[in-house]
């Protein structure tokens, strides 16, 4: 009995390191939806990867409305989650006052910047992706006018339009492009029938590429332009699938390595705090080329688009960055 | 392009965004015209747009997609009877309740079926109803403004948009010429004259809860499969609640409803579109001012400045039976 009991206390006290050994991660998405086919999506793709190879179950939480995120952050770091990311600007705050209660547990926040010592916030040059996918559409576009359309009306998508519109400046100088924005809540992320409608929209002034810089609302967007013959471009994770040969391209947003880089980091105990800026050179932000949209893009599509990737990399060009000064130049 | 252009432009938008209205508020029209208060229009209109999707998407047939979406509204809408015509219970609390069901239940079913965070699959073309051109469409829009305005405005939308203006004078001949519609309308204003004469009233409104579930089946399956081409979650975003505006708006009557909402989907599409331009002199012009037009529109009628709206006498009163 005595035995018995010993044994069952050290397999007790094993379990504890093995437990010690390993991480808990939590990911806290933004209100999107977790399959968004875009950003929110490219977040849970990160986590599924470093499941995969490491075993390491991770917990997440989609939040369905503003206030949510704090809660849901606040709970994981409660129950010992480590680390907890979050993604989204909106949960900027909630990681503020969630970061300083729990001192010891690591924060990831994605999209946004928070300054304590245990918040690592990943930023994105979006602006340097989105000139990218601008001076595809400025070569693509037969009317010399495309279109944007944005999610919810803040900073960081204005963002996205201004990279793009500079991009599709430099690809035709004379290009017109119609901006538009779903809306200025929570809920412009998820309303594709008012994206399709702000699509058709710009479809009837004219514009024959529409990029949607929109979460789930974007579904709506690229719906509308196949149907109706024109060219779209996805944003966050690769959609070029969703209509094989209207999808343009994507800009793609790599948030699936700033989740990944996060859970493993932790793993290893590399995790670092501070900011990190990813964009064309890290390869943080790209355009996405695959079977889907291969005959769209001709040869001297893709060398314009290469020598803009080289001289962003290169410095000899500078995209502007809206949220820098919170104007674009025209 | 010149103003007409875009003038014709948001007209054709005006018309795709006023079809889900316009059916849901001739549904709102038959229930409360009869007596019973119709604020679940919302999560019928939600619940339909999720079987429409679902049995579009499992069968690639959109009329099946049709039947589906209508079956269940008719379903939500007996609840709503059961509860509020045969059980008496209040209207309002009933109403609510289906809203809260259909969206946390399509949430929920979606996610569990598709896995997809409660969207459906996309649908392929078999799947949707497309959009109809007319003949000599395409010829005649470069012919003039009134070819462009038969091309675009008239020609060029799916089925379901034909059939809801068709369902207004469907709705209007009903209600005001047939006996079934004399007998609605009086046991919505009067439901004991009605009963003295010796017609179930029971009956009637049970009649009149199910035309509401039939029409607004119609208007979730336009969301859901005609306008877009999946389901997503709480893709009616409100509209249950500005087709009611609309028809306390067009004072209880057919064919003030469908300008009520044509004029509230003109509201929208011109929202949409002035997103962003500045107005001569003014400067840009916030968009909600536009979005919000709608209930402010509806509060000063309420409020007695564009004439009187009376709504159904006995509206949102259950009938008890003297003994």
Not at chain 2, 61 to 77: E, P
Not at chain 2, 267 to 273: I, V
Request: aromatic share 10%.
């Amino acid at each position: 009995m005595k035995k018995t009991l010993l044994s069952l206390l050290a397999m007790a006290a094993m379990s504890a390191t093995a437990l010690a050994a390993d991480i808990k991660p939590a990911l806290v998405y933004g209100t999107g939806g977790k399959f968004d086919k875009s950003f929110n999506e490219a977040a849970f793709n990160g986590a599924e990867k470093f499941k995969t190879e490491t075993g390491i179950e991770f917990r997440d939480f989609e939040p369905t409305g503003d206030t949510q995120g704090e809660q849901a952050i606040r709970n994981f770091a409660s129950k010992g989650y480590n680390p907890v990311v979050a993604v989204s600007f909106a949960w900027t705050s909630a990681i503020e006052k969630v970061a300083a209660e729990f001192p010891d547990t690591k924060f990831v926040l994605v999209d946004s910047v928070v300054d304590k010592p245990n918040v690592r916030s990943v930023v994105y040059n979006e602006h340097e992706g989105s000139y990218l996918v601008g001076v595809l559409a400025g070569m693509a576009s037969k009317t010399g006018k495309v279109g944007f359309i944005g999610g919810m009306d803040i900073p960081l998508i204005r963002k996205f339009e201004c990279g793009y519109e500079q991009g599709a400046r430099a690809a035709n100088p004379k290009i017109e492009v119609f901006q538009n924005m779903t809306g200025t809540t929570g809920a412009a992320w998820n309303d594709p029938v008012r994206g399709g409608e702000l699509t058709k929209n710009q479809i009837d002034q004219g514009a024959d590429v529409v990029y949607a810089a929109a979460g789930a609302t974007g579904l709506g967007v690229l719906q509308t332009a196949a149907d109706n013959g024109k060219l779209s471009i996805g944003v966050d994770s690769n959609q070029n699938y969703l209509h094989p040969g209207s999808v343009l391209t994507s800009m793609v947003k790599r948030v699936d390595l700033a989740v990944y880089n996060a859970f493993s980091d932790a793993k290893n105990d590399k995790f670092t705090a501070g900011v990190q800026a990813l964009g064309v050179k890290e390869d943080g932000v790209g355009w996405a080329l695959d079977d889907n949209n291969k005959s769209l893009i001709t040869p001297e599509m893709q060398a314009a688009v290469d020598k803009a990737k080289a001289d962003i990399i290169a410095g000899t060009v500078k995209v502007h960055d809206y949220m820098s000064d919170n104007s674009c130049p025209k | 392009m010149d103003y007409i252009d875009i003038f014709i432009s948001i007209l054709g938008s005006t018309i795709r965004l006023s079809i889900p209205l316009i059916f849901t508020a001739l549904a709102g029209l038959f229930s409360e015209r009869s007596g019973v208060f119709d604020i679940g229009l919302e999560g019928k209109m939600l619940s339909s747009a999720f079987a429409a999707a679902c049995v579009a998407y499992i069968t690639g047939n959109a009329w099946l997609g049709l039947l589906a979406g209508i079956a269940i509204s008719v379903a939500l809408s007996l609840v709503h009877g059961f509860a509020s015509i045969t059980n008496r219970g209040n209207q309002i609390v009933s109403g609510v309740a289906i809203n809260f069901v259909a969206a946390g239940l399509t949430i929920v079913l979606g996610q569990a079926w598709f896995g997809q965070g409660g969207r459906t699959p996309q649908l392929t073309a078999s799947g949707r109803f497309g959009e109809i051109k007319f003949p000599y469409a395409a010829e005649l829009r470069d012919s003039g403004y009134l070819g462009k305005f038969y091309a675009d405005v008239i020609s060029g939308h799916n089925i379901l948009t034909y059939m809801a203006f068709a369902a207004v004078p469907i709705s209007w001949w009903i209600l005001y010429r047939t006996r079934f519609g004399l007998r609605l309308r009086a046991v919505g204003e009067n439901p004991g004259a009605v009963d003295t004469a010796g017609i179930s009233v029971t009956w009637l409104r049970y009649r009149a809860v199910i035309c509401a579930g039939i029409l607004c089946g119609f208007s979730g399956t336009y969301l859901a499969i005609a306008q877009s081409a999946a389901f997503i979650k709480d893709m009616s975003a409100g509209k249950g609640y500005i087709a009611l505006a609309a028809l306390i708006f067009a004072k209880w009557k057919p064919v003030p409803v469908m300008f009520a909402c044509l004029l509230f989907g003109f509201l929208d599409a011109f929202a949409n579109f002035m997103q962003g331009k500045s107005v001569p002199g003014i400067g840009e012009v916030p968009v909600q001012i536009f979005q919000a037009l709608p209930y402010v529109l509806t509060c000063i009628l309420l409020a007695g400045f564009i004439g009187v709206a009376h709504p159904p006498k006995a509206g949102g009163v259950p009938y008890t039976k003297e003994r």
